[in-house]
């Protein structure tokens, strides 16, 4: 490609310096030298530009300077456990009258059990024999003895027995919290395709 008038000087003098080598001989070509305008030679060597943009950034900074501060001073200012303590109180009531109501119905529905055992025991005697009989009412004791005690206790004194139980064998604890999650589960499951 010949030069022309149209040719850009840049590309005449990369021209130049790469003469193409004879056939036969291998040169590698050096990496060309970035090219500097005018305007970075002059940025580079002009301290007065480098310090007007310093005198530009400077108010910026410190506006965002003077911003961070007002924030953390806002957020600091604030009593976080003023705000949070009614809270805590308001879901602690809310969560032991709940605990409460859930007893009262456990302790009915257990008696409502016992009591349902007890009135089938009379059949299971005629149809298996006493010895059955003898065994669903000793399961109907066993139920009602158990919805009597939960009768007689506070929510506090089974969150008590809860804790000292799940601490001497948390094992056992962790497979019948698993039994009751699945059983929850499939109860919930079970309601949600009847609303469908």
């Known amino acids: 490609m010949a030069d022309t008038p149209e040719t850009p000087p840049a590309k005449r003098a990369r021209k130049a310096a790469n003469p193409k080598p004879a056939s036969g001989t291998s040169v590698t070509p050096k990496p060309a030298a970035p090219v500097k305008t005018a305007a970075t030679a002059k940025a580079s060597s002009d301290p007065s530009v480098s310090q007007g943009l310093s005198s530009q950034i400077a ?63 009379g059949t299971v005697d005629a149809k298996l024999g006493p010895q059955y009989g003898d065994y669903a009412r000793q399961a109907a004791e066993t139920v009602a003895g158990a919805a009597d005690k939960l009768d007689s206790k506070d929510v506090d004194q089974l969150m008590a027995e809860a804790r000292d139980f799940v601490r001497k064998s948390p094992a056992v604890a962790i497979g019948a919290a698993a039994v009751v999650g699945f059983v929850l589960m499939r109860l919930a499951k079970g309601s949600g395709e009847d609303k469908a």
């Open 59 to 121: 108010p910026i900074k410190a506006q965002a300077e003077k911003a961070a501060r007002a924030a953390a001073d806002k957020l600091n200012a604030v009593d976080w456990k003023a705000h949070i303590d009614p809270l805590k109180d308001q879901a602690a009531k809310t969560a032991i009258s709940a605990a409460g109501v859930a007893k009262d119905k456990t302790g009915s529905a257990m008696q409502s059990l016992a009591k349902l055992i007890s009135d089938t025991a």
